[in-house]
């Protein structure tokens, strides 16, 4: 099962932009499609991004789409997620997952601790 780690989370101002990373490790990170998932307090964890297992293709939620872009690098072994034009509902904690091309949470099988993501007013 592979293993992931986020980073680049913090604090940033409402119209600005900041950029996470998930690294992988332990298995073939090209043999999973990813996932970028948030959570903010008191709601569901939901769906933001996906990735196919070559990048090839992408899917995003309506509330960031033409925001944000997810992208990776399997010589990396390397998840990325840019986030541009960001709104305080844009605070989360956001987690990267491993698993199928798939919005819905349960198929995905792996995922990292989480990072968060502050956007102030």
């Known amino acids: 099962q592979v293993q992931l780690v986020e980073s680049g989370g913090g604090l940033v101002q409402a119209g600005g932009s900041l950029g996470l990373s998930c690294a992988a490790s332990?298995?073939?990170?090209?043999?999973?499609?990813m996932g970028w998932f948030r959570q903010a307090p008191g709601k569901e964890r939901e769906f933001v991004a996906g990735i196919t297992r070559a990048g090839t293709g992408t899917r995003y939620a309506d509330s960031v789409e033409g925001r944000f872009t997810i992208s990776r690098d399997n010589a990396k072994n390397t998840l990325y997620l840019h986030m541009n034009s960001l709104k305080p509902e844009d605070t989360a904690v956001y987690y990267c997952?491993?698993?199928?091309?798939?919005?819905?949470?349960?198929?995905?099988?792996?995922w990292g601790q989480g990072t968060q993501v502050t956007v102030s007013s």
């Open positions: 332990g298995s073939t990170f090209s043999n999973y499609a």
């Open positions: 997952a491993a698993g199928a091309y798939s919005p819905r949470i349960t198929d995905f099988r792996s």
